[in-house]
């Protein structure tokens, strides 16, 4: 190697058409293509191609790899050129604009390159075409005329003779490599943009598929509980539940009866009088105090867990209907008798259930129909979730408290009872003080009503007032009252409370 030079950065693509290489070498014996004789673009190209230039007539007749370069003084010139080498095996063509004192050409779009006023030419090549600068292209069309001839006519001809041991006769060329690469395309910000914007979108779809699916197991395990009674989800205050008409008419009907049990020992005054009290019929005046006592009633976790529970309330003497507290009148008025043993007017039950409450209004037993369960859907998942654990750690607190206690505290239960030795309505002495009469139950005969035959008026709106009063919780029906941001959340993300 007697002569080399390196040029990057300043080299345009304008035509890409039969590359050999995308990422690699493009080499070859450079020249200058000959021109048909007398053509005009010799005399005006004679200025920047020097007469002793390799031409293809100057090279080698075996069949090498060449590559061409020619000053672009105007478009028909070039086209003039390129018609040239179309006949050789050139594997790529070099232009560069005379004059032009840029350090790199003018991109592959300016109106420099246009032939016939278009760049049509640039896809109809049957080879690569690239733009130089014109201080790198008059640098190699200079080199080319210098190394152009045998070992007697270059630049240092004898010392390249004398280090590679040739002969004087043997001819030098220049040998050109055009590496070609396709540099890593640079993303915009929009593409990591994208790119953040569809990972987002994958954690999200995927989090809310998972949800989906744990949340469709626990509607499924909900339900089951549901139907086998172990849930109520009234009782609860998950989901407002009203009764079938048709099932509530299955309920039995009866003419009220009953008569005190003449054969007791009589009572002492104070007794009497309060049992007369006690028996006494209840007003208006008595509704919070009723209220109160019906609000007490409370089922136990065997209750809850149960379809038709037995009531905690006794339910031997129920002298009025603690819906409208009309008293019943004995072998006169008609009584609807529930499963769990309370009875009302049945014009007062039979809309309490359709209409208000599916639960007893003493004891909460539900009057469902056995196996039933309304739709379960997600809303009705998570309250019933967060009823449980609240449960649960309550039970827990009670559990800790008890433990914490020590040997006083079980003294102190032992000599006074649970609450500490306070006083209270339901200790023994009290009941052993106030004797009870002895009751007999109700003697109840059972009737049927002709279709259509109402026993009593409707009732009236301080009673439905008192329905509302009985069902004793106003629970959350639905997501009526979330925004529309919680109702898409709890949409997109059904796990989330």
Same mark, same amino acid.
């Given at each position: 190697?007697?002569?080399?030079?390196?040029?990057?950065?300043?080299?345009?693509?304008?035509?890409?058409?039969?590359?050999?290489?995308?990422?690699?070498?493009?080499?070859?014996?450079?020249?200058?293509?000959?021109?048909?004789?007398?053509?005009?673009?010799?005399?005006?190209?004679?200025?920047?191609?020097?007469?002793?230039?390799?031409?293809?007539?100057?090279?080698?007749?075996?069949?090498?790899?060449?590559?061409?370069?020619?000053?672009?003084?105007?478009?028909?010139?070039?086209?003039?050129?390129?018609?040239?080498?179309?006949?050789?095996?050139?594997?790529?063509? =070099?232009?560069?604009?005379?004059?032009? $004192?840029?350090? @790199? &050409? #003018?991109? /592959?779009? %300016?109106?420099?390159? *246009?032939?016939?006023?278009?760049?049509?030419?640039?896809?109809?090549?049957?080879?690569?075409?690239?733009?130089?600068?014109?201080?790198?292209?008059?640098?190699?069309?200079?080199?080319?005329?210098?190394?152009?001839?045998?070992?007697?006519?270059?630049?240092?001809?004898?010392?390249?003779?004398?280090?590679?041991?040739?002969?004087?006769?043997?001819? =030098?060329?220049?040998?050109?490599?055009? $590496?070609?690469? @396709? &540099? #890593?395309? /640079?993303? %915009?910000?929009?593409? *990591?943009?994208?790119?953040?914007?569809?990972?987002?979108?994958?954690?999200?779809?995927?989090?809310?598929?998972?949800?989906?699916?744990?949340?469709?197991?626990?509607?499924?395990?909900?339900?089951?509980?549901?139907?086998?009674?172990?849930?109520?989800?009234?009782?609860?205050?998950?989901?407002?539940?009203?009764?079938?008409?048709?099932?509530?008419?299955?309920?039995?009907?009866?003419?009220?009866?009953?008569?005190?049990?003449?054969?007791?020992?009589?009572?002492?005054?104070?007794?009497?009088?309060?049992?007369?009290?006690?028996?006494?019929?209840?007003?208006?005046?008595?509704?919070?105090?009723?209220?109160?006592?019906?609000?007490?009633?409370?089922?136990?976790?065997?209750?809850?867990?149960?379809?038709?529970?037995?009531?905690?309330?006794?339910?031997?003497?129920?002298?009025?209907?603690?819906?409208?507290?009309?008293?019943?009148?004995?072998?006169?008025?008609?009584?609807?008798?529930?499963?769990?043993?309370?009875?009302?007017?049945?014009?007062?039950?039979?809309?309490?259930?359709?209409?208000?409450?599916?639960?007893?209004?003493?004891?909460?037993?539900?009057?469902?129909?056995?196996?039933?369960?309304?739709?379960?859907?997600?809303?009705?998942?998570?309250?019933?979730?967060?009823?449980?654990?609240?449960?649960?750690?309550?039970?827990?607190?009670?559990?800790?408290?008890?433990?914490?206690?020590?040997?006083?505290?079980?003294?102190?239960?032992?000599?006074?009872?649970?609450?500490?030795?306070?006083?209270?309505?339901?200790?023994?002495?009290?009941?052993?003080?106030?004797?009870?009469?002895?009751?007999?139950?109700?003697?109840?005969?059972?009737?049927?009503?002709?279709?259509?035959?109402?026993?009593?008026?409707?009732?009236?709106?301080?009673?439905?007032?008192?329905?509302?009063?009985?069902?004793?919780?106003?629970?959350?029906?639905?997501?009526?009252?979330?925004?529309?941001?919680?109702?898409?959340?709890?949409?997109?993300?059904?796990?989330?409370?």
């Amino acid at each position: 190697m007697a002569y080399s030079a390196r040029f990057a950065g300043n080299t345009t693509v304008l035509s890409t058409r039969y590359t050999a290489t995308s990422n690699g070498v493009i080499s070859g014996l450079l020249y200058v293509p000959d021109l048909p004789y007398g053509d005009s673009c010799i005399h005006e190209t004679a200025p920047h191609v020097p007469l002793s230039v390799v031409r293809q007539a100057n090279l080698p007749p075996t069949n090498f790899h060449l590559i061409a370069i020619a000053p672009w003084v105007n478009g028909r010139c070039a086209d003039a050129y390129m018609d040239a080498a179309s006949t050789a095996p050139v594997r790529g063509f =070099l232009f560069y604009m005379p004059g032009n $004192a840029s350090a @790199s &050409p #003018p991109p /592959a779009d %300016s109106p420099d390159w *246009y032939i016939d006023d278009s760049a049509d030419w640039m896809a109809k090549t049957n080879y690569p075409v690239y733009a130089l600068s014109g201080m790198v292209g008059e640098v190699m069309m200079q080199h080319l005329s210098l190394y152009s001839g045998n070992m007697t006519e270059v630049p240092f001809g004898r010392n390249i003779s004398e280090r590679f041991l040739t002969d004087t006769g043997d001819y =030098l060329r220049i040998w050109t490599e055009l $590496a070609i690469s @396709s &540099p #890593p395309m /640079a993303f %915009s910000t929009w593409v *990591y943009v994208l790119i953040i914007i569809g990972v987002l979108l994958t954690v999200v779809a995927t989090t809310s598929l998972l949800m989906h699916l744990a949340q469709g197991r626990r509607r499924l395990s909900l339900r089951r509980r549901v139907v086998a009674g172990e849930v109520n989800l009234e009782a609860m205050g998950i989901k407002h539940l009203t009764v079938p008409l048709q099932h509530i008419q299955g309920f039995p009907l009866f003419t009220y009866h009953y008569e005190p049990d003449t054969s007791s020992p009589p009572l002492s005054p104070r007794s009497a009088k309060a049992t007369r009290s006690q028996t006494r019929t209840r007003s208006l005046d008595q509704t919070e105090s009723v209220t109160a006592v019906a609000r007490s009633a409370t089922v136990s976790e065997f209750g809850l867990g149960s379809q038709f529970a037995a009531s905690t309330a006794a339910t031997d003497y129920q002298p009025v209907c603690e819906i409208c507290l009309d008293p019943f009148e004995n072998r006169v008025t008609v009584i609807r008798e529930l499963p769990c043993g309370h009875i009302f007017h049945p014009e007062c039950i039979d809309e309490f259930l359709h209409e208000i409450s599916s639960l007893c209004p003493i004891c909460k037993t539900s009057m469902l129909p056995r196996g039933y369960c309304p739709k379960i859907t997600n809303s009705m998942v998570r309250r019933e979730r967060a009823v449980r654990r609240l449960r649960g750690r309550i039970e827990h607190d009670d559990d800790d408290r008890g433990q914490t206690q020590g040997w006083w505290g079980a003294t102190k239960g032992r000599l006074f009872g649970a609450h500490g030795g306070s006083m209270s309505s339901t200790s023994t002495e009290l009941q052993e003080t106030q004797p009870k009469p002895k009751k007999r139950p109700p003697q109840r005969e059972r009737v049927q009503l002709p279709p259509g035959d109402d026993p009593q008026t409707a009732p009236t709106a301080v009673t439905r007032e008192r329905m509302r009063e009985l069902a004793g919780f106003e629970p959350d029906y639905g997501e009526g009252g979330l925004t529309l941001w919680k109702r898409v959340r709890t949409r997109v993300f059904p796990g989330f409370d």
